[in-house]
């Protein structure tokens, strides 16, 4: 990558963690997808967030994913709304149902959007994108 | 009197909208506020209560600065995206209603184009606070990114086409052309609207609303407060705000197709005692043209799934069965966040529509939508109830 990249990937938006979300940004740095699973009833959440919505007990667990899920929905995305994309688009984002029942909203790897399908499986992968920051990422099952 | 049929808008306001105003966005608040206040022959020492635009640098106590406000009773505001208008009318009503304030302005400004990029603002929205730490950083960023999958979704399983999206995207711009005070001017074919650039697919760039700078404001009164004032009173006959499941993230609602306004708009109907039959026209909160299709469905007008085929064949147009966006809506007039789309059907409802006016328009809708699926709507007639 030369310096000009670099510099412009330095401009995307990073996530700043809270209590709530920073076991989350952990555990994806090991390479786990974690969802929030509720200590009373055991109903799963993501995004992380304080309060079961079905039990309202404010303890959780994380729990780890299977990584398989199936297309929602998804867009390909050709205009670079912040610089520290520039150098991506067009890049492919899909909003997937994972089989533990929550959702996400990330970028399909090695496929173009025009293969996808609702209901297509998936399996989540991992990027590094800083010794900080590993971000999920999604491919064709 | 019920609650609802005891408020009516009686003043109406708005600047010339463009690309840079060259003004500050307290500025041109009060020149909306102002000529509102006017438009109802009232003083802005008159005014007992404000709700201002919650996305926005001007608070309430600038305007009381400004206009000297001797006493005001009521401040608050309803901070939900481009769906706040419609709520803010909400809450007027119920103030007025409660004998709290008889005299309500419900203003909002923006230099939404010269004062930086749509990108940018909406990581600053509280109510995008879980999108900026889960998604922004995965490159899913802007409003258009999180609504292509909804349009996508509605593609996939209903056969909407993009050439739907179009037909709203060209009656709009032509309603712009012929209202005069839009930003855009150029007409705009099914072909220029195929030719322009993807933005995120299916949202081409002529799907997408404008960013506008200006400002436009209204004044909702007692009813027999509206009795003296300058024009004829448009009476509030019905009004409610919905939130969809799961509003804290829009890719996180259970299903991307279903919108707070489903909610909302069978109890703003039961409260106007009307049905979408009796509606003679129609601003719809326009961001993108997806919305709106996804809007008539919510609202009733059609069953949900078939929005695409309705709004084919001029039924939105002017002199169609429901003639939508006469002043060029979020698309092609200005992206005021909804207020220049109650301003609009008020001048409709008062026959003050100039060369968009909708023939005998008695009852008219009006629709506010935020980002994250929230809803709201208003059903509003010609005349003291």
């Given at each position: 990558?030369?310096?000009?990249?670099?510099?412009?990937?330095?401009?995307?938006?990073?996530?700043?963690?809270?209590?709530?979300?920073?076991?989350?940004?952990?555990?994806?740095?090991?390479?786990?997808l974690?969802i929030?699973?509720?200590?009373?009833?055991?109903?799963l959440?993501h995004?992380?967030?304080?309060?079961?919505?079905?039990?309202?007990?404010?303890?959780?667990?994380?729990?780890?994913a299977s990584g398989h899920g199936t297309v929602y929905s998804w867009?390909?995305?050709?205009?670079?709304?912040?610089?520290?994309?520039?150098?991506?688009?067009?890049?492919v984002l899909v909003t997937v149902d994972l089989i533990e029942g929550v959702r996400l909203n990330v970028?399909l790897?090695?496929a173009?959007a025009?293969v996808l399908e609702i209901g297509q499986a998936v399996i989540v992968g991992?990027?590094?994108?800083?010794?900080?920051?590993?971000?999920p990422v999604v491919r064709l099952a | 009197?019920?609650?609802?049929?005891?408020?009516?808008?009686?003043?109406?306001?708005?600047?010339?909208?463009?690309?840079?105003?060259?003004?500050?966005?307290?500025?041109?608040?009060?020149?909306?506020?102002?000529?509102?206040?006017?438009?109802?022959?009232?003083?802005?020492?008159?005014?007992?209560?404000?709700?201002?635009?919650?996305?926005?640098?001007?608070?309430?106590?600038?305007?009381?600065?400004?206009?000297?406000?001797?006493?005001?009773?009521?401040?608050?505001?309803?901070?939900?995206?481009?769906?706040?208008?419609?709520?803010?009318?909400?809450?007027?009503?119920?103030?007025?209603?409660?004998?709290?304030?008889?005299?309500?302005?419900?203003?909002?400004?923006?230099?939404?184009?010269?004062?930086?990029?749509?990108?940018?603002?909406?990581?600053?929205?509280?109510?995008?606070?879980?999108?900026?730490?889960?998604?922004?950083?995965?490159?899913?960023?802007?409003?258009?990114?999180?609504?292509?999958p909804?349009?996508t979704r509605?593609?996939q399983l209903?056969?909407?086409?993009?050439?739907?999206?179009?037909?709203?995207?060209?009656?709009?711009?032509?309603?712009?052309?012929?209202?005069?005070?839009?930003?855009?001017?150029?007409?705009?074919?099914?072909?220029?609207?195929?030719?322009?650039?993807?933005?995120?697919?299916?949202?081409?760039?002529?799907?997408?609303?404008?960013?506008?700078?200006?400002?436009?404001?209204?004044?909702?009164?007692?009813?027999?407060?509206?009795?003296?004032?300058?024009?004829?009173?448009?009476?509030?006959?019905?009004?409610?705000?919905?939130?969809?499941?799961?509003?804290?993230?829009?890719t996180q609602?259970p299903d991307l197709?279903?919108?707070?306004?489903?909610?909302?708009?069978?109890?703003?109907?039961?409260?106007?005692?009307?049905?979408?039959?009796?509606?003679?026209?129609?601003?719809?909160?326009?961001?993108?043209?997806?919305?709106?299709?996804?809007?008539?469905?919510?609202?009733?007008?059609?069953?949900?799934?078939?929005?695409?085929?309705?709004?084919?064949?001029?039924?939105?147009?002017?002199?169609?069965?429901?003639?939508?966006?006469?002043?060029?809506?979020?698309?092609?007039?200005?992206?005021?966040?909804?207020?220049?789309?109650?301003?609009?059907?008020?001048?409709?409802?008062?026959?003050?529509?100039?060369?968009?006016?909708?023939?005998?328009?008695?009852?008219?809708?009006?629709?506010?939508?935020?980002?994250?699926?929230?809803?709201?709507?208003?059903?509003?007639?010609?005349?003291?109830?």
């Amino acid at each position: 990558m030369n310096e000009p990249e670099l510099s412009l990937a330095s401009l995307k938006p990073i996530p700043a963690p809270n209590p709530d979300t920073a076991p989350y940004w952990a555990a994806l740095r090991e390479h786990r997808l974690t969802i929030q699973k509720c200590t009373n009833c055991g109903k799963l959440r993501h995004y992380p967030r304080p309060m079961c919505d079905a039990c309202y007990c404010m303890e959780h667990v994380w729990s780890d994913a299977s990584g398989h899920g199936t297309v929602y929905s998804w867009t390909e995305t050709h205009h670079a709304f912040n610089p520290g994309f520039k150098a991506e688009v067009p890049y492919v984002l899909v909003t997937v149902d994972l089989i533990e029942g929550v959702r996400l909203n990330v970028q399909l790897r090695d496929a173009s959007a025009h293969v996808l399908e609702i209901g297509q499986a998936v399996i989540v992968g991992f990027e590094a994108l800083s010794p900080e920051l590993t971000v999920p990422v999604v491919r064709l099952a | 009197m019920s609650m609802h049929a005891s408020t009516a808008i009686t003043g109406i306001g708005e600047t010339r909208y463009s690309k840079n105003s060259r003004k500050s966005v307290i500025e041109l608040y009060l020149q909306a506020s102002m000529a509102a206040i006017e438009d109802a022959g009232l003083s802005p020492r008159d005014i007992d209560g404000i709700i201002p635009y919650s996305n926005s640098p001007v608070v309430a106590e600038d305007l009381v600065t400004n206009f000297g406000i001797p006493d005001l009773k009521f401040s608050a505001t309803t901070p939900l995206g481009g769906a706040s208008p419609v709520a803010a009318l909400q809450c007027a009503v119920a103030v007025v209603s409660a004998g709290l304030c008889r005299n309500v302005l419900v203003p909002l400004g923006r230099n939404g184009s010269s004062g930086g990029r749509i990108g940018a603002r909406v990581q600053e929205m509280p109510q995008f606070k879980l999108i900026g730490e889960f998604e922004m950083p995965l490159g899913a960023i802007a409003p258009a990114q999180l609504y292509a999958p909804m349009a996508t979704r509605h593609m996939q399983l209903y056969g909407t086409t993009s050439l739907q999206f179009a037909e709203v995207a060209v009656s709009t711009r032509a309603n712009a052309i012929a209202h005069g005070n839009a930003m855009m001017s150029k007409p705009m074919t099914v072909e220029d609207h195929q030719a322009s650039r993807m933005i995120s697919d299916p949202l081409r760039l002529f799907d997408c609303s404008l960013e506008s700078d200006g400002a436009a404001a209204f004044v909702l009164s007692r009813a027999d407060e509206a009795s003296n004032l300058r024009h004829a009173p448009v009476t509030v006959l019905g009004v409610a705000e919905g939130h969809p499941d799961s509003p804290s993230a829009i890719t996180q609602r259970p299903d991307l197709t279903k919108l707070g306004l489903a909610k909302a708009a069978p109890r703003a109907f039961a409260m106007a005692g009307v049905t979408p039959a009796d509606i003679d026209v129609a601003e719809i909160y326009d961001c993108f043209t997806y919305t709106v299709i996804a809007q008539l469905e919510a609202l009733g007008f059609c069953k949900v799934g078939e929005g695409g085929p309705f709004i084919e064949g001029g039924t939105i147009r002017l002199g169609g069965k429901l003639p939508v966006n006469t002043h060029g809506g979020l698309l092609s007039q200005a992206h005021m966040a909804g207020m220049n789309h109650i301003v609009e059907l008020v001048r409709q409802l008062r026959g003050d529509g100039g060369a968009t006016q909708v023939a005998g328009a008695e009852v008219g809708l009006v629709t506010g939508y935020g980002d994250m699926g929230d809803g709201s709507v208003a059903i509003l007639a010609r005349g003291a109830a």
